[in-house]
């Protein structure tokens, strides 16, 4: 973990959280943000980092959502949703870091995906580079959906959730994406 991965760590150890339950009108809860943050962090940067493509900004993004979920810890009601929140907040700061772009590069090259290092180039193979071009010009619900399920692993019902669409939705947008990538693919070959 970075320097500033340990230190929102730190600053986030235990975040209260109300839940509504039935036998009482208010419970309190505890949620380890700081064990949400040290299992998960690293696939969120993964996930911002495909969605951005580039390290800084994703790392930017992932630490802003969980600076706002430990903000509105006092909105949340239902603990076991914190992860989902996260990402949910990881995709919406990704699509605004794209929104921005978008409006500031709207006649430039189009984007190319980053190159850290001469190793690193030539460990990308040529089929992992299709791909990723065919899935960045996939539309952006299904490219989102596409990466949430497969690279993230996430169950239907999770992308879902991440998304905000009913499971139904995100099951015939993933449908729908990997047709679009498979048509890409054939074409591109």
Same mark, same amino acid.
């Given at each position: 973990?970075?320097? /500033?991965?340990?230190?929102? %760590? #730190?600053?986030?150890?235990y975040?209260e959280?109300?839940?509504?339950?039935?036998?009482?009108?208010?419970?309190?809860? @505890?949620?380890?943000v700081a %064990?949400?943050?040290?299992?998960?962090?690293v696939g969120?940067?993964?996930?911002?980092?495909?969605m $951005?493509?580039?390290?800084?900004t994703?790392?930017?993004?992932? @630490?802003?959502?969980?600076?706002?979920?430990? *903000? #509105?810890?006092?909105?949340?009601r239902?603990?076991?949703?914190?992860?989902?929140? $996260?990402?949910?907040a990881?995709?919406?700061?990704?699509?605004?870091?794209?929104?921005?772009?978008?409006?500031?590069?709207? +006649?430039?090259?189009p984007?190319e995906?980053?190159?850290?290092?001469?190793?690193? /180039?030539?460990?990308?193979?040529?089929? +992992?580079?299709?791909?990723?071009l065919?899935l +960045?010009?996939?539309p952006? +619900?299904?490219?989102?959906a596409?990466?949430?399920?497969?690279?993230l692993?996430?169950?239907? @019902?999770?992308?879902?959730?991440?998304?905000?669409?009913?499971?139904?939705? *995100?099951?015939s947008?993933?449908?729908?994406?990997l047709?679009?990538?498979?048509?890409?693919?054939?074409?591109g070959?």
């Amino acid at each position: 973990m970075t320097e /500033a991965a340990d230190e929102v %760590a #730190g600053r986030l150890c235990y975040v209260e959280v109300e839940l509504l339950t039935q036998d009482e009108p208010l419970a309190r809860r @505890q949620v380890d943000v700081a %064990a949400i943050f040290a299992d998960h962090h690293v696939g969120l940067v993964r996930l911002a980092l495909i969605m $951005v493509g580039d390290q800084a900004t994703a790392e930017d993004v992932v @630490q802003e959502a969980f600076a706002r979920t430990h *903000a #509105g810890r006092g909105r949340l009601r239902d603990p076991d949703k914190a992860l989902v929140y $996260v990402r949910s907040a990881v995709l919406n700061g990704c699509r605004s870091v794209l929104r921005r772009r978008a409006t500031v590069f709207r +006649r430039a090259v189009p984007y190319e995906p980053p190159v850290w290092s001469a190793e690193s /180039a030539a460990l990308l193979g040529e089929e +992992r580079r299709e791909v990723l071009l065919a899935l +960045r010009e996939l539309p952006r +619900r299904q490219r989102e959906a596409l990466t949430l399920r497969y690279y993230l692993d996430l169950a239907d @019902q999770e992308t879902a959730e991440t998304m905000g669409i009913s499971a139904s939705t *995100a099951r015939s947008t993933i449908a729908r994406g990997l047709a679009a990538l498979g048509r890409a693919l054939r074409e591109g070959s």
